[in-house]
């Protein structure tokens, strides 16, 4: 974050600094300061071809905050431009469980297990647990649990 800090002293209008700001946030759930840096970011590069990333961040960031909804519609954009946006798919899946919404993220998970078919729980655990607040893990977690996503070993 200091190195961001800098950069972004240096130049305010550095769109990607303001993204990765916002991922830094969204990980550590401060979910509104994320949307807040990752909102700026969009409106610094309206037309970026990496607006996927940024619809990302948003839809995790919602995630956090338990704004389940939003952070399916947000998963969603960032689907539409990149259908195969493994990430973005956890965030359905997890959300749409919390919502008990268990079909969706079923079908969700499938989509997922195509693309990514050695993820467990245990492996997500080991992707993430390095850098995501623990609440914002076990929010992921319960959610990819509830919608059927095997345990796996050596978490």
């Known amino acids: ?11 305010p209008n550095a769109a990607h600094a303001w993204l990765f700001r916002g991922n830094i946030h969204t990980w550590r759930n401060q979910p509104e300061a994320a949307i807040e840096a990752v909102e700026r970011a969009r409106r610094l590069s309206p037309f ?3 607006a996927f ?5 948003i839809a995790i960031a919602h995630f956090a905050a338990r704004r389940f909804e939003q952070a399916i519609e947000w998963a969603d954009r960032a689907l539409h431009e ?3 946006l493994v990430a973005a798919m956890r965030v359905k899946v997890a959300a749409n469980a919390h919502l008990g919404h268990l079909d969706a993220a079923r079908a969700e998970l499938a989509r997922v297990l195509a693309i990514d078919p050695k993820l467990t729980i245990a492996d997500f655990l080991r992707r993430y647990a ?3 607040a623990p609440e914002v893990l076990e ?3 319960t959610g990819l649990r509830l ?7 050596g978490a």
């Open 130 to 132: 390095h850098f995501a």
């Open 1 to 11: 974050m200091a190195a961001l800090d800098r950069a972004l002293a240096l130049n």
């Open 53 to 57: 990333v940024f619809a990302l961040n």
């Open 82 to 84: 990149q259908p195969r």
């Open 147 to 153: 919608a059927g996503l095997p345990e796996g070993g």
């Open 48 to 50: 970026d071809p990496y």
């Open 139 to 141: 929010l992921f977690v």
